[in-house]
């Protein structure tokens, strides 16, 4: 991807208010106003032996090139809900179909200027049966745990600590 940038500056976003309520759509290069939100959804899939899967992105994001990540993740784009935002950002970015309900999210939260919707999915797929978009994507792993969080342990990036224990936790609940 030379010369290319792997963010889409152009994707339309929904814009809320502090009462989470609509109030109008921005692009991603457009600077959101105080008070103004967009939502973001992350997730974290883990096998059946317990290991999660993440993904280290290419060096051409804008955020946090090369960096190891979550499962998966995004902005929604205008119209879609949280749910669908995740189902789509799941399919695009490794391959992996799957309908996503409310009861897969196990967290909400604030930040500046977005919301972050959390979700928790356990697989039988193994590597090979995904397929990483190579555009965002330089490849995929399974880890444990503990190798996982040394992994999203970086400077200046939230490690997820607590976002992969209570992802954990949501499916040991769900069980």
Known sequence: MSGMVAD?????WDIYNHQFQRIGDRQR??????GEFHLVVNAF???????????????DKINFPNYWDC?????????????????RELAEELGFYRTVTSADNFWIRSYSHWVE???AFQT????????????????????TP???????????FNNYHLELE????????RK
């Open 8 to 12: 889409r500056l152009t994707e339309h």
């Open 45 to 59: 899939i883990f096998n059946t032996a317990g290991s999660v899967l993440l993904q280290q992105r290419v060096a």
């Open 71 to 87: 499962s998966a993740g995004g902005s929604v784009l205008a119209g879609e809900t949280i749910e669908a935002g995740m189902q």
């Open 146 to 156: 503990d190798v996982a969080e040394r992994h999203l342990t970086q400077i200046g």
């Open 124 to 143: 039988t797929q193994s590597l090979s049966d995904l397929t990483p978009q190579h555009a965002e994507l330089q490849r995929i792993a399974y880890f």
């Open 117 to 119: 919707a959390w979700f």
């Open 166 to 173: 209570r992802a954990w936790t949501h499916l040991q609940q």
């Open 29 to 34: 290069h457009e600077t959101l106003a105080s």
